[in-house]
């Protein structure tokens, strides 16, 4: 793959993880009234996004490494609880999404929407500082 390929993933990442911010968002609206079959869409688009993100950080990792944070002073505690607490949570919602999508798919809403009430925060606290982390490394704090 060209080094371009490679330049280009971040804001891939970037992208994916702010469309499954709304798409979780316009999700939990439609459940609220009570549109299931756009609520299901949406959340097996942004569930379809997440595993493309996994992928193409995965890929990009291997061939860069890890990136150094340049920032110094009060925004470095700032930018690493932000992203032990995104890695922390990301790696909590493996296993929450895989438990809240069965419990849909048998039918079984009520236990679905008990565990949803986490994941949903969750998911939506990783996509979202998922996209400012990339802030931080490429647009304030380049190297
Ligand atoms: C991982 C993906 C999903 C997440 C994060 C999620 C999230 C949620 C949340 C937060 C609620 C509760 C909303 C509220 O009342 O405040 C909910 C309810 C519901 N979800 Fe999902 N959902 C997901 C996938 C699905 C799928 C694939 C279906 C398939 C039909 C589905 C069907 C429903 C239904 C029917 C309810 C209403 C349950 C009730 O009111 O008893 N969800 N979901």
Redesign the pocket.
Known sequence: MSEEFYAFLPRLNATLNASSAAL?MT??IA??SRR?GL??MC??T??GLSILFLVSYLVYHAHHGTTRFPGQGWVRPVYFTMLWTHMACAASLVPL?IV??RR??RKD??A??RI??W??PI?LYVSVTGVLVYVFLYIWFPT
């Open positions: 979780l999700g939990l459940i609220k299931v609520h299901k959340m097996l942004a569930f999404c809240t999508l849909a798919f809403f009520e679905h929407r949803a009430k994941t949903l998911w």
